[in-house]
């Protein structure tokens, strides 16, 4: 079983910061891509910022100089730093991960439970 646990999410006022984390736990043999993405209420889940095993990144135009996607493959934990917040990046923000099981050995996708992020202007 793999387990995908977030974390950072809250309230926080336009152009202050927050830090998400997503810890991937269980039977992992090894993850190639790790992202978030967000859904807003009454809107589709889009992809905010994507990083793979090697460290290549890509990101939504609307966060581009504003949100950092960083990974620690040692701990299989993604992190994704928000600076200068505004209130429609408000949504609730989803941990997703490209991973090879023990169980299976074949790649497959994972999701996070999900965490609020609320921007107040």
């Known amino acids: 079983q793999v387990q995908l646990v977030e974390s950072g999410g809250g309230l926080v006022q336009a152009g202050g910061s927050l830090r998400l984390s997503c810890a991937a736990s269980g039977r992992i043999d090894g993850i190639n891509a790790m992202g978030w993405y967000r859904q807003a209420p009454g809107k589709q889940r889009e992809l905010v910022a994507a990083i793979t095993s090697a460290g290549s990144t890509n990101y939504a135009d609307s966060v581009k100089g504003r949100f950092t996607i960083s990974r620690d493959n040692a701990k299989n934990t993604v992190y994704l730093q928000m600076n200068n917040l505004k209130p429609e990046d408000t949504a609730v923000y989803y941990c997703?991960?490209?991973?090879?099981?023990?169980?299976?050995?074949?790649?497959?996708?994972?999701w996070g439970q999900g965490t609020q992020v609320t921007v107040s202007s």
């Open positions: 997703n991960a490209l991973l090879i099981t023990t169980k299976t050995w074949r790649q497959a996708e994972y």
